[in-house]
């Protein structure tokens, strides 16, 4: 049954409307701090995976939650690109299985996707929490996200709380020393710097909360 | 940035349609953004495609061509091409006799080029991979991406194309670019940085006095900034590593390979080379092979790479075999 | 300046030192730093020889072998050899057969060139001269020194080259290269200047967001200075003085190369390439050939040329003739 | 017979010295002048030539002021290059012709070998009063020079004349658009700037000054 907390798919498809926003305006800073410890390409992919979904938007099938996501997931890794595109594509895609069919879903559903989302991104970069990559983001937003929902904080918090410690994981990338993905090239050099992906992926759960649960 | 372009976002369309229009006897252009051989797929012959982000011209596309790859796979500027492309490439090169991959070790190219492997495998196609990780300035470790494949790839497409052009099959192909891989290494530095089109400034400030040692293709910094030093330093500084790691022993022959980034002029490179021709006499390893020039670039970066390669009776005579692609020709 | 060099002085002598080392069956070296073609003389053959300032590469010295020049007399950086390098070059390649001179129009080199025909004459050789003054940027009159000799060089040197590998004699070999002078033109732009070694700056100033229009190979500035433009809008400045010149006519076959100053990465070049075509499109230009790439360049200068070369089938016949030299290869 | 104005063979050795020291003193601003409106080369070809000539010298047989002049002239023809190279060295090559096999000479016979060497000079650059090149100096010399000779003024009050004409044409130059040479290649674009050579053709005259009558 629906509730007051119900995430529809309107909200839905109002998140993947602001990442996409978000990520256009952002593009330059995620670009920056690409250059610093890759190849200056970040902020690029991003808003040019984001843009191509945005387009694509009109034909994914409406109503259905899983389908938009899976669709949305498909096209990020049709356009992207580069080592975030198979990974926020296999993200969106494990999003979207775990959601299918459904018209609306519980934050917990979202929960639950997003760990087979996450757990799909670790099969395919194999990176370890501390690695400085967008996990040492999304890891402990996933944690708060389930201590939240179990303590039985509105799932408004919760995903709030979520939000928090992305950008504290995403802060906490700075000091590390890069074991994956391009920066790692860098050795020591990384260190000091913070990741692009970090930030990404802060972005997007900042965004699921302002989208799902109002700015 | 002051380049030759009209936008950036174009700079990839626009640079295929010149290369295809400079090249139409060469190769073809198919969606999604991909380069084919011509003639492409040869009966019988196995297939070999390659792919990475643009702004390394001629690799790949300029490798596309008898002798060497069948398929080149563009991706955005240094930015790893999406499955969809080698999809279609492979599926559009393969003549049943299955497809070679050869993958530069950077985590987007590999998760790029498996995901589409899979996707070919589950359309029947018989797909290999070889990794080219050839950078020696990158640390390898079990907990890292690894090192980076550099300068090694051209030597690899080369040298696989001419197998696959001579008939070998997939698993002689494979094993050919395997082998390829354990007897090459590779450094490269830059003098200046590069600027991505879409970025539109510098990726790395660096003084007039400064250099970036251990960079790899992608405009990165490098592993050490340094105080700008003479030819004969920095060809000390990125040779001795390369010499050192395989190592590369006296009575070897190999294949010596001065690569410049884009923005530096042959003569300079022949400077680079005069050293290292020493250093390799020096040590009792003989250049029996030599390459020099713009082959595995970064945009307009100014600065080298040096390759070696460990050559055997194998591999000397696919080097030497026949090749007529844009990029690189001869006994054609 | 930031270059790979050890010293200034020394850019020229270690340059020539790692081409031999890189290409020691191709060329030999000899007093006074000449490139020689490693089996020249060639019974019966007519010499084939050209020279000018170094920091073209890889003009003149790449492009001694098999097909092209016997023999090349690099100066030093931008400036004319001497006398006494082509006549040692003269010598070096002449059969008996007779050797051509291929003179680039500059006041210095056609100068130290006679001085050496006059030379060689005397002691016997039987020596022709061909001027190249193909680029458009410089208007002709009796009263200047007239055109420079730019891009039609390396055509030049390619197609006299084949026919004298063929067995020509030399007024046929003569004929032939003024027939290139008569079909062939050129104009250049730059981004960038470029920095002589022993003069350590720049050779002039030039704003993020202007660039030369009409330079030539010395990184001299050019005829106009002008605000930054599309590839697509410089191509047209090239390219329309160019098809005007000559003219080129809705009929012809031509070859057009597009050729980089140095610094510019093929990635542009492509680009400039693809618009070159369209434009050659729509005046009922045929391409037939095409070049593209590095190949008679201004140190690190960034910038590009554009030639246009009218091709009938005899120029047609001797530029697809095999060629085998460091810097073109093709059919061997 | 010698007089006190004779110019020994040593005051011709002192003359070629004084060229070369200054010529190196000079490079960079001859260079200079060439980057405006050449290729940046014209002092590092001077000073190429001038210091193997100095390196030449003891190889030259001493006392013939004839056989010192064309060994210098051989050498510039051997190690300078460019345009310059063939002009000078025919200069010298000229002057030594025109006082082969003396041990001394007087300034007129100075005055008589100079014009069969800037005659030619003309007949191998072709090129014309006004043209924006080293003649633009060195003609109002030669024309100065015999005047003062025809006038009877002393050598010394007549060589200075000839310096303070070839300043004047060498400054004469800085409007003028180049008819010859690189400089021909900028078109209007050469006006405005000062010839190199003509400006190392007043280095060569002012050093005989020095040379001959002291400074
Ligand atoms: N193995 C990996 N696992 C998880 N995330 C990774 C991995 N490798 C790279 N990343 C993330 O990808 C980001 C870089 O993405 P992007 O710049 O778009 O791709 P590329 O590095 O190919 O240019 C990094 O900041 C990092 O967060
Ligand atoms: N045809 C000519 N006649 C006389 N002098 C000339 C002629 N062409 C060039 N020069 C002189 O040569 C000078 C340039 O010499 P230099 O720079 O050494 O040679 P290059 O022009 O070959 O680089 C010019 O400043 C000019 O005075
Ligand atoms: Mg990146
Ligand atoms: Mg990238
Ligand atoms: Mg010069
Ligand atoms: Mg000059």
Redesign the pocket.
């Known amino acids: 049954m629906s509730t007051a907390s119900s995430i529809s798919y309107d909200d839905v498809v109002a998140w993947v409307k602001l990442v996409a926003e978000r990520v256009h305006a952002e593009r330059e800073h995620l670009t920056d701090l ?1 250059s610093a410890i ?2 200056a ?2 902020g690029i ?2 808003d040019r995976g984001f843009t191509a979904v945005v387009a694509k938007l009109p034909a994914l099938p409406v109503g259905d939650v899983g389908a938009l996501l899976k669709g949305v997931g498909m096209t990020l890794v049709s356009t ?1 690109g ?4 198979p ?1 926020y594509g296999t993200l969106f895609l494990q999003l979207g299985g775990g959601t299918a069919g459904k018209a609306e879903i519980e934050l917990a559903d979202f929960a639950t996707a997003l760990d087979a989302g996450i757990a799909g ?1 670790q099969r395919l ?3 370890e929490p501390g ?1 400085k ?3 040492d983001a999304l890891l402990p937003a996933r944690e708060a996200l389930h201590v939240g929902l179990d303590r039985g904080d509105t799932p408004s918090a919760a995903l709030d709380a979520a939000v928090a410690a992305a950008e504290q994981g995403m802060v906490a990338t700075i000091p590390l020393v890069a074991r ?4 790692s090239y860098l050795g020591e050099r990384s260190a000091g710097h913070q ?4 930030t990404s992926s802060h972005l997007l759960l900042k965004a699921a909360a302002d989208a799902f649960y109002g700015a | 940035m002051k380049k030759l372009i009209n936008a950036p976002e174009n700079v990839v369309d626009e640079a295929l349609a010149g290369m295809l229009a400079a090249h139409p006897d060469y190769i073809r252009v198919e969606e999604p953004n991909i380069v084919v051989r011509k003639d492409a797929p040869r009966a019988g012959k196995v297939g070999v495609i390659s792919g990475g982000g643009s702004g390394h011209e001629p690799m790949h596309g300029g490798f596309v061509g008898m002798g060497m790859l069948d398929a080149a796979c563009p991706g955005a500027v ?3 091409p999406v499955p969809d492309q080698m999809l279609a490439a492979t599926k559009a090169v393969d003549s049943g006799a299955g497809v070679l991959h050869i993958v530069k070790n ?3 190219d590999i998760m790029n080029f498996e995901m589409a492997a899979e996707m070919a495998r589950a359309e029947g196609h018989e797909v290999t991979a070889v990794v080219i990780a050839d950078d020696v300035a990158v640390k390898d470790s079990l907990y890292t ?1 690894g090192r980076r494949g550099v300068g090694g790839t051209v030597l690899a497409e080369k040298i696989v194309g001419a197998a696959a052009e001579a008939g070998a099959d997939l698993a002689t192909v494979t094993a050919l670019c395997q082998k390829v891989q354990d007897n090459v290494r590779s450094m490269g530095m830059a003098l200046t940085s590069c600027t991505v089109p879409m970025a539109g400034k510098p990726t790395f400030e660096i003084a007039d006095d400064e250099m970036e040692i251990g960079v790899g293709i992608h405009g990165e910094p490098g592993r050490s900034r340094e105080k700008l030093a003479t030819a004969d330093e920095i060809t000390e500084m990125l040779a001795t590593p390369i010499l050192d790691d395989l190592p590369f022993a006296a009575g070897d022959n190999v294949l010596a390979f001065v690569n410049g980034l884009g923005g530096t002029p042959l003569v300079e490179l022949y400077i680079v080379y005069n050293k290292l021709a020493q250093m390799c006499a020096a040590r009792g390893v003989t250049i029996i092979r030599s390459l020099v020039g713009n082959y595995i670039t970064s945009l307009e970066m100014a600065g080298c790479s040096i390759t070696l390669l460990r050559l055997d009776d194998e591999l000397t005579k696919y080097w030497d075999a026949p090749v007529n692609t844009p990029g690189l020709r001869w006994g054609a």
């Open positions: 690409d890759g190849d390409d970040h992919n991003m992207v580069g080592a975030s595109g990974l991104i970069g194999k990176a690695d990559t967008m996990l994956k993905g391009r920066a990741d692009p992906g970090a | 240094f930015t790893s950077y985590t987007g991406a």
